[in-house]
């Protein structure tokens, strides 16, 4: 499948990368569940006490467990993306390398 050990290595790589970036996402998507899950149950907790759906957000938003949700969610789409790019460049090294190759066959 490889022309060589360097581009086999190269797609290797991105691979793994793309693995590294899909767990990131993953937790991306549990800490956007959690601060999901959080603002409804607030909202439903104040709607009990005669508040606001606006008023229930606000008080959401302003906790501590709303802010590491949101925080968490974006570093670890920031991670993702940093990983998908790295990927990117390898599975393109990996693609250069394999037309090299080619080319001399």
Do not use: P
């Amino acid at each position: 499948m490889f022309n060589n050990e360097e581009e086999r290595a190269a797609w290797v790589l991105a691979e793994s990368l793309i693995e590294k970036a899909r767990a990131m996402m993953r937790q991306a998507e549990s800490a956007l569940e959690t601060w999901r899950i959080g603002k409804e149950m607030t909202r439903l907790r104040c709607a009990r006490r005669g508040i606001s759906e606006s008023d229930a957000e606000i008080r959401w938003s302003e906790t501590a467990n709303a802010k590491n949700a949101l925080t968490d969610n974006s570093f670890h789409v920031s991670l993702a993306t940093m990983y998908y790019n790295a990927a990117a460049a390898h599975y393109s090294r990996a693609h250069y390398l394999r037309s090299r190759g080619e080319a001399r066959v």
